[in-house]
């Protein structure tokens, strides 16, 4: 678990994330963070665009900057990535927090999320976000789990249109 860091999405590891991303794809399960629904088949497009997000540049109306970064181990293997929001809009802080993550579905059950979580929390902190906001599904119990071992204190659910509840987490940084 020593050997688990983050780094910013990169063109040398162009083949390592498509594994990623294909394997994702082919669960047929929903890409979480939202970021890696980006099409990578131009992986320079993509990687632009994520530059853009976190500097603020062409975001749509609404929107946030936000930095991504991958979960790497040591041969550089892709297994999680995360998306950090600079701030909250009415919307991030009722359902989606600061911080969106998810690991490659291979690669769970391992104790990742909750070190993804806590390298995301470093991240956050170098931002200068002092409370975090993270949230997840009501039924997502794994993820309530990596959020309270990561010092998450429960705050009100939020309940979205179609009556999905949202668990919302503060984490002080």
Not at 105 to 114: D, H, Q
Request: hydrophobic letters at 40%.
């Amino acid at each position: 678990m020593n050997n688990l860091r983050l780094t910013k999405p990169q063109i040398e590891l162009k083949k390592e994330y498509l594994s990623f991303y294909l394997e994702w794809k082919e669960s047929g399960e929903d890409m979480v963070p939202w970021v890696i629904n980006k099409d990578p088949s131009d992986f320079q497009a993509m990687l632009k665009s994520l530059w853009d997000s976190e500097n603020g540049i062409d975001l749509p109306d609404g929107w946030v900057s936000d930095s991504t970064f991958w979960l790497v181990n040591s041969v550089d293997k892709v297994l999680g990535a995360v998306n950090i929001r600079h701030r909250l809009t009415e919307d991030l802080m009722n359902a989606g927090g600061h911080i969106g993550y998810g690991i490659r579905p291979s690669e769970r059950r391992k104790g990742l999320a909750t070190k993804l979580l806590e390298l995301s929390l470093t991240e956050a902190k170098k931002l200068g976000i002092e409370n975090v906001l993270v949230v997840c599904d009501a039924g997502n119990i794994g993820s309530a789990k990596t959020i309270i071992k990561n010092s998450g204190e429960p705050d009100l659910d939020f309940i979205e249109e179609d009556g999905n509840v949202i668990k919302r987490y503060w984490i002080k940084n």
